[in-house]
């Protein structure tokens, strides 16, 4: 209900506009956000909630129908849909011949999410603007003069109309098809496209580029089917160019490249050294013609002939060519079946035999052609050589200062230079995280006082740089002061000549091995033993480490062992051995000291006593495992155990609740889970197997949550060295051997059974094998009723010369 405007503002003169009003409340500007109360900045009704005065109306109530309404939020029933519009604005220009107006070509696009417009301008080749961003993403009001405060909305755009942004007018000509699908199915129409207006500036440079084309454009033959099958192919012949009969002509090497891909073909020119002379290109690459009468002029080997140039203008200018190609000449090229092992080729005048080729150019003639015969022909003596090789000089004797290679590099140059390290080795060799690469044996000091003798060191060796330290373990009250006995160096070897020009031998690492003796500056040393890092990493690398390769070293025993081998089983190894099955380290060791003698050393007997070790069942303690990762997940404050089970359910495309092992393993990785590597594959050697070595992954999450399943808190320990497989490796001496696998593995059985039989009973005081050997010499005996008295009745015995 309105005033009446011709009756002034006084009492009586207006109606009440409360009658009726029941709500007189004042709208509440503050409210809740996240639970946190604060003052709120959204346009509210006034009291009653009727509109403020000085509130616009919205132009349309809404786009939908009532009751139609989307029950998602716009950014998220929207997000990443953006409608996009072919535009254009026109900007004029000023003293530009021909062209008044510059036809700007944008793209609007249209976010739903949340309204916001970006201009932007593709950009072109040579337009000399700035182009790209026009306008950046943000919501733009309607023009001052247009009486509307309300932002650009979808309305607003459309094919055929224009909108001003920040006073430059865009015409709507396009939209792409997900744009005209949204506008039709929110019920507005869009008019086909118009044509985008032609840039006058541009059309005129086209013309000025179209003129200065030729006519007709070169023919150039180009067989891409070839190029894309020999592409890097590359056939290498090796030649000479005899130049001697010239005056100062010497005899050239060449090395003849023919390209598969294009038939080109490239010499080049071996140079030898300090020759004087620079360039080994002799011919670039192209191809090759067969006759040579003299360099081509220009345009002679053009594809047309020109017959007259009318004009002197670049613009007006006109050609006449040959229809008829009567100037052409055919010239005929070198290809692939031109040249062979003896053959002489033209090279721009020059005559070059080929003499050889390479492996590959073999191998495609043989395949492509059926050539056998590369037999290389033979260079011709060269008499005027340009340079003789000339051998270096001795090196003076070594005079005690410095280093030796110090000295030697000293020598050899004029400005004193460092040594040359083998970076090589350096970059192999060097350590590389937990792996050490460095050697460490326990090592005995070889002398006649005994106090000295009982001192304990450790030799470690680098295989960086090929050196080694001495380290002294001192013990209480020993009266030895311990540390470092000798620094870290190369330790030269016994007998070798120290003033000399040659360097003198230096201990290497193959020199390094249980049993060696090595001396370094008159102490002698006897190594004794290795850590299970020095062990494992020679037996890894047995190419390096002959003394770790338990091929070799059973070959030894093997071909040692095969004349005396049914003595060395039941004499050396004994009954007790048979039976079990197993025998202690030190049986094995004078087993094969006995056989051997000093053909086999330490080293080697501890590595064939390593490879058949009974590896002794540790349980393992899956409760003290389970609180070691709690502690780690705890220290760490990982809670992401609802994302890790998202992880597994993902990966688990069949809903079966299992997955393998590595993809536990990988999933676990992938989640960044603070836990070493030793103790990520302790827990899943905890976890129950399926059908099949599957996991299941919730038993995992129930493992490692520490708040629905917590444990009592564990003691800190170094992970990476408690379970890692060095703490719990048994020492060599105090671990059992596999005697049955040792000799199953030299293979000495099947001769044995060959020649055993009635003639292989013992007889006297010899030894007798038992019965119930496992299956390599009990099988010898034959049957029960074949076999001694004293082994088919009551327990098998053994019996040796003298001994009941």
């Given at each position: 209900m309105m005033r009446n405007p011709p009756l002034p503002l006084l009492p009586g003169n207006d109606f009440d506009r409360k009658i009726g009003q029941t709500r007189f409340h004042k709208s509440q500007h503050f409210g809740n956000v996240h639970k946190l109360s604060m003052l709120l900045d959204k346009q509210l009704p006034g009291i009653g909630g009727a509109p403020m005065p000085h509130v616009p109306h919205s132009r349309w109530p809404s786009i939908y129908c009532r009751g139609d309404v989307s029950a998602l939020p716009a950014w998220l029933a929207f997000d990443k849909e953006t409608l996009v519009f072919d535009a254009y604005f026109k900007e004029a220009l000023q003293e530009v011949e021909g062209s008044p107006f510059l036809p700007r070509y944008v793209k609007i696009y249209f976010y739903l999410e949340d309204g916001t417009i970006q201009v932007q301008e593709p950009r072109r080749v040579n337009s000399g603007i700035h182009q790209g961003v026009f306008i950046s993403r943000q919501r733009i009001r309607f023009p001052p003069d247009s009486r509307s405060e309300t932002f650009v909305d979808i309305v607003d755009l459309n094919i055929g109309r224009e909108v001003e942004l920040y006073g430059r007018v865009f015409k709507i000509v396009n939209c792409d098809r997900f744009t005209r699908n949204f506008l039709n199915r929110m019920g507005i129409t869009v008019p086909d496209p118009i044509t985008m207006p032609e840039d006058p500036y541009m059309e005129r440079r086209f013309k000025m580029q179209e003129a200065l084309q030729p006519k007709r454009p070169k023919k150039i033959s180009f067989d891409e089917t070839q190029f894309l099958k020999y592409d890097r192919c590359v056939l290498r012949f090796y030649g000479y160019w005899d130049d001697r009969e010239s005056e100062d002509g010497i005899l050239h090497k060449l090395v003849v490249l023919f390209y598969l891909a294009d038939d080109t073909v490239e010499v080049k020119e071996v140079l030898p050294v300090n020759s004087g002379r620079t360039g080994k290109t002799l011919l670039s690459r192209c191809r090759l013609p067969k006759e040579f009468k003299g360099v081509a002029g220009p345009g002679e080997r053009d594809a047309f002939t020109v017959l007259n140039?009318?004009?002197?203008?670049?613009?007006?200018?006109?050609?006449?060519?040959?229809?008829?190609?009567?100037?052409?000449?055919?010239?005929?090229?070198?290809?692939?079946?031109?040249?062979?092992?003896?053959?002489?080729?033209?090279?721009?005048?020059?005559?070059?035999?080929?003499?050889?080729?390479?492996?590959?150019?073999?191998?495609?003639?043989?395949?492509?052609f059926g050539l056998e015969d590369f037999t290389p022909k033979p260079y011709p003596a060269d008499d005027d050589i340009v340079f003789d090789s000339v051998p270096r000089p001795e090196l003076p004797p070594y005079n005690g200062y410095g280093s030796h290679e110090d000295s030697s590099y000293n020598c050899r140059t004029i400005y004193p230079v460092p040594p040359v390290k083998d970076l090589k080795q350096f970059l192999r060799k060097d350590r590389e995280g937990m792996d050490s690469r460095v050697l460490r044996f326990s090592a005995q000091m070889i002398s006649n006082i005994p106090h000295l003798s009982k001192r304990p060191f450790i030799l470690s060796f680098y295989l960086a740089d090929d050196t080694l330290n001495v380290f002294e373990n001192v013990r209480v009250n020993s009266g030895f002061q311990g540390g470092m006995f000798f620094s870290r160096d190369k330790f030269v070897k016994p007998g070798e000549n120290l003033f000399g020009s040659e360097p003198p031998a230096c201990y290497g690492k193959e020199d390094c091995y249980i049993g060696a003796l090595l001396e370094l500056r008159d102490f002698k040393f006897l190594l004794t033993g290795a850590d299970e890092y020095a062990l494992r990493y020679m037996e890894l690398h047995c190419d390096e480490f002959p003394k770790s390769n338990i091929r070799q070293i059973l070959h030894k025993i093997r071909e040692r062992a095969r004349p005396v081998y049914k003595q060395f089983v039941a004499e050396e190894l004994g009954g007790d051995a048979?039976?079990?099955?197993?025998?202690?380290?030190?049986?094995?060791?004078?087993?094969?000291?006995?056989?051997?003698?000093?053909?086999?050393?330490?080293?080697?007997?501890?590595?064939?006593?390593?490879?058949?070790?009974?590896?002794?069942?540790?349980?393992?303690?899956?409760?003290?495992?389970?609180?070691?990762a709690h502690v780690e997940l705890k220290r760490y404050l990982f809670t992401a155990f609802e994302r890790l089970l998202e992880t597994f359910r993902h990966m688990d495309a069949a809903h079966s609740g299992r997955l393998s092992r590595k993809q536990v393993y990988t999933a676990l990785r992938g989640a960044r889970l603070p836990v070493d590597v030793e103790l990520t594959n302790k827990i899943l050697d905890c976890m129950p197997q399926q059908e099949g070595g599957d996991i299941c992954y919730q038993d995992v999450i129930n493992f490692l949550d520490y708040d629905h399943f917590p444990t009592a808190p564990a003691e800190p320990i170094s992970i990476q060295h408690e379970l890692s497989w060095m703490s719990h490796a048994p020492s060599v001496d105090a671990s059992e051997v596999a005697v049955d696998a040792f000799l199953g593995e030299l293979g000495l059985e099947e001769d044995l059974r060959a020649s055993c039989g009635d003639?292989?009973?013992?007889?006297?005081?010899?030894?007798?094998?038992?019965?119930?050997?496992?299956?390599?010499?009990?099988?010898?005996?034959?049957?029960?009723?074949?076999?001694?008295?004293?082994?088919?009745?009551?327990?098998?015995?053994?019996?040796?010369a003298g001994f009941d």
């Open positions: 140039v009318l004009g002197q203008s670049t613009h007006k200018k006109r050609y006449i060519f040959d229809a008829l190609n009567c100037g052409a000449r055919p010239t005929s090229f070198y290809s692939q079946r031109d040249l062979a092992i003896g053959a002489v080729i033209n090279v721009m005048g020059r005559c070059v035999v080929l003499c050889d080729c390479d492996e590959y150019t073999k191998e495609y003639y043989r395949a492509n048979l039976r079990s099955g197993r025998a202690p380290y030190k049986v094995l060791r004078r087993a094969l000291l006995g056989l051997l003698g000093d053909q086999i050393t330490e080293h080697e007997v501890v590595t064939v006593a390593r490879r058949f070790r009974v590896q002794p069942e540790v349980p393992l303690d899956c409760e003290a495992i389970r609180r070691l003639a292989a009973r013992p007889s006297g005081s010899g030894a007798v094998v038992p019965a119930d050997a496992p299956g390599l010499l009990g099988a010898a005996w034959g049957d029960a009723g074949d076999r001694p008295a004293e082994l088919t009745s009551g327990r098998p015995r053994v019996t040796f």
